[in-house]
């Protein structure tokens, strides 16, 4: 950008997935099972604050 370099990275998005430098899926996976554990989570919680006391 006007002439300056931009900064190499490691990884990034492009149309929803993690591409890695090195082409591996390893932090795309990781990143899927975050989000699926974040998700299940919040469903965990929605059910038990539905439960009676």
Known sequence: MN???LG???T???LGATLSKD???TT???IRIVNANAAV???VDKQ???LPN
């Open 23 to 25: 082409g591996t899926i």
């Open 12 to 14: 990034f998005k492009y």
């Open 28 to 30: 795309e996976v990781r």
């Open 48 to 50: 038990l604050q539905q």
């Open 8 to 10: 190499e990275m490691v």
């Open 41 to 43: 989570v919040k469903d």
């Open 3 to 5: 002439g300056e370099k």
